[in-house]
C-alpha cells in the first residue's frame, strides 16, 4: 500500500491510498479527508447562538433562541449526512468493472457500481478554478449510452 499527501482546493490535508491485490487487474484507489474539527464546530456553534442571544436580548422573544438552537442542530446533521465525506474509493477491477464508494461524516456509505461492458473510456480531465486561480484535476467515467 502506498500513500501521498496531497492538499484540496482550499488548503486542506488529504491522502490518497493505493492498494494493488493478488490479481494484477485489481486496484483500489482511495482519498481521505480530515475529519470533522471540534475546534470548527464549536466556533461555529458558539457564533450562531451568541449572535441568536444578542437578538434575544434585544428582543426578549424565547422563539429567537428556540430557533437557533433547532436550526444549528438540523444543519449540524444535514452537513454531517449529506456534505461532509470522510472518504472516498476506487476500486478497478479490469474484467468486471469500477465501483465508487464514498463514506460520509455520518456513517452513511454510498456505492456505485459500472459494468466494465458501459465503460467507454476513462479521461483524466482539468478544469480552472476561479477563485483561487488554480488548475484541478478529476477522473471522468464515460459510459456507453445504452439507447442509440
Not at 449529506?82 to 464514498?102: C, H, P, R, W
Request: with cysteine; hydrophobic share 45%.
Amino acid at each position: 500500500m502506498q500513500e501521498l499527501p496531497f492538499t484540496t482546493i482550499h488548503g486542506g490535508a488529504i491522502s490518497l491510498q493505493c492498494r494493488s491485490y493478488d490479481a494484477a487487474s485489481c486496484r483500489e484507489f482511495s482519498v481521505c479527508a480530515q475529519k470533522l474539527s471540534l475546534r470548527e464546530l464549536t466556533t461555529c456553534t458558539c457564533s450562531i447562538w451568541l449572535a441568536a442571544y444578542a437578538l434575544f436580548a434585544y428582543t426578549e422573544n424565547n422563539a429567537v433562541l428556540s430557533g437557533a438552537i433547532f436550526v444549528t442542530l438540523i444543519g449540524l446533521l444535514v452537513y454531517l449526512h449529506f456534505v461532509k465525506i470522510d472518504q472516498e474509493s476506487l476500486l478497478v477491477i479490469a474484467s468486471l468493472g469500477i465501483q465508487m464508494t464514498s463514506y460520509y461524516a455520518s456513517g452513511k456509505e454510498s456505492t456505485t457500481f459500472i459494468e466494465m461492458n458501459n465503460v467507454k473510456d476513462v479521461v483524466i480531465n482539468e478544469a480552472i478554478y476561479m477563485v483561487s486561480a488554480s488548475v484541478i484535476y478529476f477522473s471522468v467515467c464515460l459510459n456507453c449510452s445504452l439507447s442509440h
